[in-house]
């Protein structure tokens, strides 16, 4: 285990902002922490990062207690921050000598970091720059780089991709995924299903400061998927077809949309066969079809009976 | 070594606020030519009645001559009452008991020094710090140069190797000299100005608030006490450079008095600057906005100016303990006596070591408490 996360409690006054939260991670990992707004996912990863104290539990890194081996613990992290956390008033580099010096970074070791934390990220050509001309995307790949000069163990990443656009978010999980490559492990928190599912490898759901769920996305669908859906997009649709599909014991619905048959039927019973079947009798063409596996999105839903993006 | 680069940014980062900068290098300058200027009187005496001096010399030449010329001078009498003492004891006596204002006294043989080249001095003793008797000297030594420079082009009797020397300006030792309005004011102003400085150690706290740069650093393994001593020793550097503009415009453009002990000189300016910006960390840490701190640091900078006597000196017993609240009335002191009666003042030194290493402990006090 490289972290464990035993039952940790964190009170706002008479708010119970995490409420006995528990996870464990393993080496070379990318957990994610998915949760919507409020959940206590920065809260919980401040406390992993010793910035907050906490009311309750334990947080381990290689067996030993943060707490009392903060400095060397803080050592094996790399932070990267829900908000930007760059000084606007220096350069690019200078913000990766200031952060790779603050890790003991210094000479020519030093110097091939940043250089190489500079590649990483895409900003070789604006190092001299300072961040406030920076793009959206810029500061979120600068204020990366900054947190991963050290080669640090751990990268705990709090919503790295909040607010920019489409090209620079994939470019920034294609560098979390050769980041992990490369050996580090990572945590990474978002409300946003898609990216985790991308991404990660195991995902703890946080909701009111609880872990709801968690385990790799296959575990956690299965936890909600007794049922899987068919959309199969056809060249004429006919209504005694529906009839016959939804005659078939197994499947619970069958409804048109446009030019598609969306199916629901119980899982591990050959619906995907026994429909084709069923169409090729009739002599209908399949132009496509799709098996839908449960979402994250429809874990969340299942679990609290909201979305994750009220 | 992460405590000098913490200082090292935090001084970069200052002085590349250019706005702050400019700010606090202009304002005090300006405020000491206004201040200097407008009340360049009111540390003058206007109504001077004739003042009883004792004179003695030991000298029987040129220079005991001339004086004696002066003092029997039309000018010289409407404010000076000259009485020859038999002694120096007796007119040292007779300062001591105050029926003399001061006494002037020549050495023995020192208009045959000063025709040979070298440098003399005409003594002053008075029983008070401020007097006019100086510069009426000042005026006789500047007359007689003249004189004498008149004499070496003219008579051509004077020695050769002295031609330079004989114009050099003679020095007076005295132990009351008149701080004119702008050396008043230049060290007034300047502390006043140095106070509101503090906002440079409200820069290196809030600054990093705005910029979330603080969890980064929280998140560090550095110690919290490294990161707060990193941010005083590079806001204080910041400060005390921009003391030393000050100082420097003020004696080489201004022509302020800065005589006395450059190194306590230098002291004084570094513990101040260090004051100020601990104190500006404090406000910052407590408040943890820029607007508030920075309001702070206004009233009470100009509170703690007041009752040091920066604006105007003021008298009373309340007035007095409340003066030893504030930093400026130990630095002010100190400078004071350092410049106009070239001694050095334990008591006013050690108030101000005691001053920062107070509010030194109470910025690592504050500043130790979590961001979050
Ligand atoms: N300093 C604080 N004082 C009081 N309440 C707080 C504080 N910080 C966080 N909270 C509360 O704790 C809860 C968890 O907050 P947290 O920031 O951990 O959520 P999050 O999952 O990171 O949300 P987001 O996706 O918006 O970043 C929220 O209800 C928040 O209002
Ligand atoms: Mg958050």
Known sequence: ?310 | MKILMIAYYTFIRNVRDVKAMVAFILLPILMMLILGKALDSAYTPKKIDPMNVGYFSQDEGLLDSSLNEFFTAKKTKSVLEVKKVKTLESGMDQVKSGKLKGLVYLEKGMSNSFKNGEQVKINFYSKEKTSYVQPVLESFVRTFNIGNTLIKVDGKKMQQKSTSSIIKEVKIVTEGKIPRGIDYYSLTALFQSLLFGAIFGVFAITKDMGNHTNLRLAAAPIQPSKVILGKLIGSTMTLYGISLLIFLVSKFIYKANWDGSLWLILLVLFLFSAIAVAFGMILAYLSKSTMASSLSIFIIGTVLTLVSGGFSRMEGKVIEMLSYLSPNTYAQKALFTNIYEGTFTQSNILGLVLYTIIVVAFTFITGRRRVI
């Open chain 1, 1 to 310: 285990m490289l972290l464990e996360v035993n039952n940790l409690i964190k009170r706002y006054g008479d708010f119970l902002a995490l409420d006995h939260i528990t996870f464990a991670i393993n080496e070379g990992e990318i957990f994610g922490l998915l949760g919507p707004n409020g959940a206590g996912k920065t809260t919980t990863i401040s406390i992993i990062s010793s910035l907050t104290p906490y009311d309750g539990g334990e947080v381990k890194f290689l067996g030993k207690e943060i707490k009392r081996h903060e400095m060397e613990v803080k050592q094996e992290f790399g932070i990267v921050p829900q908000e930007i956390a760059l000084f606007e008033d220096l350069t690019a580099y200078e913000n990766l000598d200031y952060f790779g010096r603050l890790y003991g970074l210094r000479g020519s070791l030093l110097k091939e970091r940043i250089a190489e934390a500079l590649s990483f990220t895409g900003l070789t050509d604006r190092q001299r720059d300072r961040p406030k001309g920076f793009s959206g995307g810029m500061k979120r790949r600068l204020n990366i780089a900054c947190a991963i000069l050290h080669h640090p163990k751990l990268i705990i990443m709090d919503e790295p991709t909040v607010g920019i656009d489409p090209q620079s978010r994939n470019h920034i999980l294609q560098s979390i995924k050769e980041l992990n490559k490369m050996g580090s492990t990572i945590i990474y928190t978002s409300h946003y299903m898609e990216e985790v599912e991308e991404i990660c490898t195991r995902v703890a759901i946080v909701d009111h400061g609880r872990v709801i769920a968690q385990g790799t996305k296959e575990e956690l669908t299965a936890l909600v998927s007794t049922e899987e859906k068919l959309v199969i997009e056809i060249s004429s649709v006919n209504y005694s077809l529906v009839e016959q599909i939804k005659s078939i014991p197994s499947i619970r619905e069958c409804i048109i949309k446009g030019n598609s048959l969306e199916v629901v039927g119980k899982k591990g019973e050959h619906n995907v066969s026994r429909v084709i079947n069923l169409l090729a009798e009739a002599g209908i063409e399949i132009l496509s079809l799709n098996v839908e596996k449960p979402s994250l999105e429809a874990v969340f839903l299942t679990l609290t009976g909201r979305s994750l993006r009220d």
